[in-house]
């Protein structure tokens, strides 16, 4: 398989006659050497969300779409917490309280994401940004979230394999 996005000036990508989505914030951090004294209760998204967040002018709740980076479960719960759609510890009961789906209460990886059709090693994050994409462009068909302004794709992963762990978000937007 595989994925691929365009990414241009506005003009050139309005010249495009297309559907297209704006990047409007965006964040990464890394947290510390793994194999040491390192605390797994949180992860670096606790600094790349609000990082994204706060370039993009958004906060969590204005959210209509995500894709959480979901190489295992307990990533999604470590995200969702992170990122302040919850608070620490509520991840299980956020996602209780909430359905996933595309016409749920919050559409997080619609396609399926990695825990639905597998991780592909190191291009396994993309899966997510492509979906966030057809999301905000109206191309998601049967599983299309109705009035997708604004999605948020996040990753999780290690930098060298075994030193440390590293954290990205974007605040995508609907272009005009």
């Known amino acids: 398989g595989g994925g691929a996005l ?23 951090a890394i947290k ?24 993009a ?3 969590p709740s204005d959210i209509r779409y995500a894709s959480v ?7 999604v719960l470590m995200q969702l917490e992170d990122l302040g759609f919850c608070a620490k510890g509520e991840g299980p009961q956020f996602v209780r309280d909430h359905s996933l789906t ?10 399926g994401g990695q825990l639905s059709v597998g991780q592909a090693g190191a291009a396994g994050g993309f899966i997510g940004m492509v979906e966030a994409l057809r999301q905000l462009c109206d191309m998601a068909g049967e599983r299309q979230v109705t009035n997708a302004q604004l999605g948020l794709v996040s990753g999780f992963g290690m930098v060298t394999y075994d030193r440390c762990l590293c954290t990205g978000a974007v ?6």
């Open 69 to 75: 980076y979901d190489s295992f479960t307990i990533t």
């Open 57 to 59: 002018g958004v906060k």
């Open 32 to 55: 510390g050497q793994l194999g040491g004294d390192v605390d797994l209760t949180f992860s670096a998204t606790r600094w790349s969300g609000p990082a994204a967040f706060e370039e």
């Open 6 to 28: 365009i990414v241009a000036r506005p003009e050139i990508a309005r010249s495009l006659k297309r559907p297209g989505v704006k990047i409007l914030g965006a964040g990464e």
């Open 102 to 111: 595309h016409d749920g209460s919050f559409p997080n990886n619609t396609s």
């Open 171 to 176: 605040l995508l937007g609907r272009s005009a």
